[in-house]
């Protein structure tokens, strides 16, 4: 399994635009890149993944370089609500392997947004 | 129900004695993981369910640990005879199998909160 590396923590100011980057320099071919979000007392809950270049839905962007070693999580205008741990995750799946999917949760980003 | 249900979502025992936490995982969901996670730090990887495939019990941290998933639904992780060191939030979390449309998104139950005196 690729092995991520991830600043343990990064402050930020409502309204800034936050980017988390995550290290993942012995990705493999099928590997696909997933962020999870993780509130105190709370599972961890699903952002964003994808495979190369760039994502884009209604919460954040993801932005993978063409040699898919690092990725980026775009938080855009964040809010105190988005004070959390970020984890970058990185495996393969069932259906391009057949092996299963299990993914590895590093320590994560620990965000914090003040006003 | 509409996501996973992990019971107890708190337990206090003592060393020495046996436990055993439920999942509940989204109905239809193949896949099933259990997570450890101690305070202040990440999620570390216990088993992994999938279908009616044998389990990757690599994460398992000592053969005190257990885990079962009784007809590709329900799971129950035994810890035997505790330890103190066993204190964590223990996280259990299903989903579809990765391919086509499914990202392989994982949900998360609450967690069980268990406390070793």
């Known amino acids: 399994l690729a092995k991520t590396t991830q600043p343990i923590s990064m402050d930020s100011y409502e309204g800034q635009e936050v980017n988390i980057t995550c290290s993942h320099n012995n990705i493999a071919t099928n590997d696909y890149i997933t962020w999870y979000q993780q509130f105190p007392s709370q599972g961890p809950r699903f952002i964003i993944q994808g495979y190369k270049t760039k994502v884009t839905n209604e919460v954040a962007s993801l932005f993978i370089p063409a040699d898919r070693k690092s990725s980026t999580l775009s938080l855009p205008r964040v809010s105190l609500s988005d004070t959390a741990v970020y984890y970058c995750?990185?495996?393969?799946?069932?259906?391009?392997?057949?092996?299963?999917?299990?993914?590895?949760f590093g320590t994560g980003t620990q965000l914090k947004v003040e006003l | 129900g509409a996501g996973v249900s992990q019971s107890p979502s708190n337990k206090v025992t003592e060393k020495g004695k046996d436990v055993e936490l439920r999942c509940d995982p989204i109905s239809g969901h193949t896949a099933l993981y259990w997570y450890r996670q101690s305070l202040g730090q990440g999620l570390e990887f216990l088993i992994y369910?999938?279908?009616?495939?044998?389990?990757?019990k690599s994460g398992l941290p000592s053969d005190r640990f257990s885990a079962e998933r009784t007809g590709g639904s329900v799971s129950t992780l035994t810890i035997q005879r505790t330890q103190q060191e066993d204190s964590a939030v223990y996280l259990c979390?299903?989903?579809?199998?990765?391919?086509?449309?499914?990202?392989?998104?994982?949900?998360f139950g609450e967690g069980s909160r268990l406390t070793v005196l």
């Open positions: 995750l990185v495996g393969d799946g069932a259906g391009l392997t057949g092996g299963g999917n299990k993914l590895t």
């Open positions: 369910f999938q279908g009616n495939s044998a389990p990757d």
């Open positions: 979390a299903s989903s579809f199998p990765f391919g086509g449309p499914n990202t392989g998104e994982l949900f």
